[in-house]
């Protein structure tokens, strides 16, 4: 079963608009991390953004926030006054208990291509 | 340089040949990961090591060997190539607990099996 799940498989978004990007996730442990990473046309993993499940306010990194809801198991990437250089494959991310007790893993949902339109 | 190295950074093989990926990280952070890429799969992880000498399997272990004897390098080998192993490969190592920990990926392995 997926743990990591981003239901768009691709996303429009006019320049200088908003765009919330989906993810939502499945865990039965109470401490784990949940990541953003963009990944332009150029291939490189760039990180954007983490949330800490005990972290009590919403994570922001200047035009980047992380809408955590936990009840929902949601942790949608919100991206304010979208940029042509927005334009990439959006991955979400989660950090859970490894296999081997003591020790974690991170996963990670099939993404999201977001085309920012001029 | 300082940072986390892959090579190649491309590779064509055969079916049945044996190929190692490297991975290489100037850090010490104690955890590894390998993944691989493919369209319409996102990132799939493969193997990691939280620490030299103690290596678990990922979501797509079948077909693939580690290992870590030291902390700063973790290959990746391919034992007989298949063509659904041609993917783009990616090494990452995490600086799990520390404050706003993040996964630092390599540049990538764009492995051809033909």
């Known amino acids: 079963a997926q743990k990591i799940t981003q239901t768009q498989p691709g996303m429009f978004v006019q320049e200088k608009e908003a765009v919330t990007l989906d993810c939502t996730y499945d865990t039965s442990d109470p401490s784990y991390g949940l990541f953003w990473y963009k990944q332009p046309s150029s291939g490189e993993m760039i990180f954007l953004i983490y949330q800490g499940s005990y972290d009590q306010q919403n994570a922001t990194e200047g035009r980047y926030s992380l809408n955590f809801q936990k009840a929902r198991k949601s942790a949608n990437l919100v991206i304010s006054a979208s940029q042509l250089g927005d334009s990439a494959m959006y991955f979400c991310?989660?950090?859970?208990?490894?296999?081997?007790?003591?020790?974690?893993?991170?996963?990670f949902g099939t993404g999201t291509r977001l085309k920012v339109l001029a | 340089d300082a940072g986390i190295t892959q090579s190649p950074r491309y590779k064509i093989t055969e079916t049945g040949r044996q190929v190692t990926l490297m991975c290489h990280q100037t850090?010490?952070?104690?955890?590894m990961f390998w993944y691989r890429q493919d369209l319409g799969h996102g990132l799939r992880l493969i193997y990691y090591?939280?620490?030299?000498?103690?290596?678990d399997k990922g979501e797509v272990p079948d077909g693939y060997v580690v290992s870590r004897s030291k902390t700063e390098n973790f290959p990746l080998t391919l034992e007989s190539a298949t063509r659904s192993q041609t993917s783009v490969y990616f090494c990452?190592?995490?600086?799990?607990?520390?404050?706003?920990?993040?996964?630092?990926f390599g540049s990538g392995t764009q492995l051809s099996v033909l």
């Open positions: 850090w010490s952070h104690s955890y």
């Open positions: 990452a190592s995490s600086d799990l607990g520390r404050p706003n920990e993040k996964l630092f």
């Open positions: 991310a989660m950090r859970e208990v490894g296999s081997t007790s003591g020790t974690y893993k991170y996963i």
């Open positions: 090591s939280a620490a030299a000498d103690i290596t």
